[in-house]
């Protein structure tokens, strides 16, 4: 399984709302990231785990809040955003958080109302 | 600091023909440099890494890219593009050592339009 998963693919919010962005993955890998990513631009790191602890966090706003139950899953608890966090955000996985190549899903596309 | 470019915005070839995407990074040390391709409405998928050894790289789905230590370059080549290689291409570079400077560094991406 060489597999990550992200779910929902879209969603819709509005600015009081409270959502969550999922993430798995089975191959075994130990660290996992979150990314946003605007339109035709590059991924913005946003946090990294690694061996399930929070190992990076970019300046990302308190808004997001990162979670990671155990190795296998990530979720990203989003909560009173604002319209200019409509993105793509990606989750990614790999082997351990400094190899460089990153399996990534397909993204959860949040527009934010 | 490191960082990495991709002068063209879009590159724009006939099936069939060559194909170069062109990156040139800004490292200490020896960099280890990546390129990752993005489909529409895709997540970025992994095509080949250089980190020591042979400066030609081969990855998937025929591309390859060529490590240049004294142009600070690492172009992606395809000897013959298919309409489906079309979609946004990344260069991303990382210094060799731990720390936040692991982090991978991404160019503002290009992107490939191949016409029939």
């Known amino acids: 399984d060489t597999e990550v998963t992200q779910t929902p693919k879209h969603l819709v919010m509005g600015m009081t709302n409270k959502k969550s962005l999922k993430c798995e993955q089975h191959?075994?890998?130990?660290?996992m990231y979150w990314y946003k990513q605007k339109a035709k631009k590059p991924p913005e790191l946003m946090f990294v785990?690694?061996?399930?602890?929070?190992?990076i966090n970019e300046s990302v706003p308190s808004r997001f809040s990162p979670e990671c139950p155990n190795s296998s899953l990530l979720n990203l608890h989003l909560h009173a955003l604002q319209p200019e966090d409509s993105a793509l955000y990606l989750c990614?996985?790999?082997?351990?958080?400094?190899?460089?190549?990153?399996?990534f899903g397909e993204g959860s596309r949040l527009t934010v109302l | 600091a490191q960082s990495v470019a991709q002068p063209e915005d879009q590159v724009n070839v006939a099936e069939g023909n060559p194909l170069t995407v062109k990156c040139t990074y800004s490292?200490?040390?020896?960099?280890?440099l990546f390129w990752y391709v993005q489909y529409p409405n895709r997540g970025l998928q992994f095509l080949l890494k250089?980190?020591?050894?042979?400066?030609l790289v081969k990855g998937s789905y025929g591309f390859e890219a060529e490590f240049n230590k004294s142009q600070t370059s690492f172009h992606l080549k395809k000897p013959s593009a298919l309409v489906s290689d079309s979609a946004l291409y990344f260069c991303?570079?990382?210094?060799?050592?731990?720390?936040?400077?692991?982090?991978?560094?991404f160019g503002q991406g290009t992107t490939l339009q191949v016409k029939p």
């Open positions: 490292v200490s040390g020896n960099p280890y």
């Open positions: 990614a996985s790999s082997q351990d958080w400094d190899t460089g190549e990153l399996f």
């Open positions: 991303a570079v990382r210094a060799p050592s731990g720390g936040n400077t692991g982090k991978l560094i």
């Open positions: 785990y690694s061996y399930e602890k929070l190992s």
């Open positions: 250089y980190i020591t050894g042979d400066n």
């Open positions: 191959m075994g890998h130990r660290a």
